[in-house]
């Protein structure tokens, strides 16, 4: 069984560029969360998705999209790079990411976004 | 909003040690969660703990959740170099309703282990 797999590895844009990021759920995994990991704050959730529907949300500029297809497969965009946008993108999967506890999320291996 | 501190923040020990790592959650603990990273790379779940006083166990690593202390603790007996890595807790923000997609991460523990 395939895991969760993120697109780019490694990428480095220059300031005020806009960048893209994918990552295919594990088969039968309907929610993609994104996590943004950096050394100064740690893991910090960006916002999650399950059947093409934004469920919940982070505290990030609205220079932080994503959607989500039909096929589960979830992409993250951030427009207008900012230097402190350099960190370690993480997409995890889960069956159903609904609450009592049961909530756990496999991690893709991250992209690495370096600004320029 | 919910926090979660770790501690140590790093530790260094001798093949062979005993070594124990706590997440001391600053609200209720609904569903606690204990992730391993090596550098730069993904997380990978170790453990997921529910109930208060629940104990889980996965070769030499054993988690534990203390509810009163909104605590737990990650214990690795005999460790060896491939125990090296980031730990990282991980908590439900919500108590039985819907988290979707979100947990609060400790600032993780790094271990390593010296042969």
């Known amino acids: 069984k395939a895991g969760v797999t993120q697109t780019p590895r490694y990428l480095i844009k220059t300031r005020g560029q806009q960048v893209t990021l994918s990552c295919s759920p594990i088969s039968g995994h309907r929610s993609v969360s994104w996590y943004q990991q950096t050394p100064g704050q740690g893991l910090q959730f960006l916002f999650e998705y399950f059947s093409e529907t934004q469920r919940n949300k982070g505290n990030f500029p609205g220079r932080f999209s994503g959607r989500q297809f039909s096929n589960s497969r979830s992409e993250m965009n951030v427009s207008t790079l900012e230097l402190g946008d350099s960190a370690l993108y993480l997409c995890?999967?889960?069956?159903?990411?609904?609450?009592?506890?049961?909530?756990?999320?496999?991690f893709g291996a991250g992209s690495r976004l370096t600004v320029l | 909003s919910q926090e979660l501190e770790q501690s140590p923040q790093s530790l260094i020990v001798q093949e062979g040690k005993n070594l124990t790592i706590n997440c001391t959650s600053s609200k209720t603990l609904y569903g606690l969660y204990w992730y391993k990273q090596k550098y730069g790379e993904g997380l990978i779940f170790l453990m997921m703990?529910?109930?208060?006083?629940e104990e889980k166990s996965h070769e030499k690593i054993t988690a534990k959740l203390d509810e009163k202390k909104q605590q737990s603790s990650l214990h690795i007996t005999a460790s060896q170099p491939s125990h090296a890595g980031i730990y990282l807790c991980?908590?439900?923000?919500?108590?039985?309703?819907?988290?979707?997609?979100?947990?609060?991460f400790g600032q993780g523990t790094i271990l390593t282990v010296h042969p």
């Open positions: 991980g908590a439900d923000d919500v108590a039985g309703g819907t988290s979707y997609g979100k947990l609060t």
């Open positions: 995890a999967s889960s069956l159903e990411a609904r609450g009592s506890g049961a909530n756990v999320l496999t």
């Open positions: 703990l529910q109930k208060g006083g």
